[in-house]
């Protein structure tokens, strides 16, 4: 199970943060990578970043310079962090496992709403 | 980069059979992946590499992938596989998660 929390609502110009808890398996195991995606109201599925156990990291090209993904094998955590988010980033930020090289988001959390507003 | 392209819509009776499609430069030669999403949960995978299903998913979907387009068959369509299908690949050249537009199927 993959589970989102951190706060749901951000002020502009500020940082994004959230943390995906991982339970039933090790975040260690060699055949996942582990992924955000997020979703605008009413919007597709946009692709942010994902991560290896190694710390080996994978971003969008368009969010790289305000992004970083972190893994914590000893928690079964790992955490996004966006700096400077505007109003166009409010959406459903979802956590998921990805599995091999064709990168399989087989297994996803429920989601968590973020709003950025003042 | 690499673009996957979507119709925003197919509608079918139940009972028939939905077809949809996800377009790419040459997306033959990639791994296409297929998600669905229903109103208010989560995606949750429905194809892997262009035909394979989860054990969980029935037969009645299935997926096919050649030349510039990858294909989701939902056969003997019901109500409830009414919701919103994503494509999706890793593009190896700019180490990118890519995904399509997605498409709403309804149910008429």
Not at chain 1, 108 to 113: I, S
Request: charged fraction near 15%.
């Amino acid at each position: 199970q993959l589970h989102e929390s951190g706060p749901g609502l951000v002020k502009p110009s500020e940082t994004l943060s959230l943390t995906c808890s991982v339970s039933g398996g090790s975040i260690g195991d060699t055949s996942y990578y582990w992924g955000w995606v997020r979703q605008p109201p009413g919007k597709g599925l946009q692709w942010i970043g994902s991560v290896y156990y190694t710390g080996k990291t994978f971003y969008d090209p368009s969010l790289k310079s305000r992004l970083t993904i972190s893994i914590d094998t000893s928690e079964n955590e790992f955490s996004l962090k966006l700096t400077s988010v505007t109003a166009a980033e409010t959406a459903v930020y979802y956590c998921a496992r990805v599995w091999g090289t064709y990168r399989i988001f087989d297994y996803w959390g429920q989601g968590t709403q973020v709003s950025v507003s003042p | 980069s690499y673009v996957l392209t979507q119709a925003p819509s197919v509608s079918v009776a139940p009972g028939t059979t939905a077809t949809i499609t996800c377009g790419g430069d040459n997306i033959g030669s990639k791994s296409v992946h297929w998600l669905q999403q229903k109103p208010g949960q989560a995606p949750m995978l429905v194809i892997y590499s262009d035909s394979d299903r989860p054990s969980r998913v029935p037969e009645r979907i299935s997926g096919s992938n050649s030349g510039n387009t990858a294909t989701l068959t939902i056969s003997r369509v019901e109500a409830g596989d009414e919701a919103d299908y994503y494509c999706q690949v890793w593009d190896s050249s700019s180490d990118s998660v890519i995904f399509g537009g997605g498409t709403k199927l309804t149910v008429l």
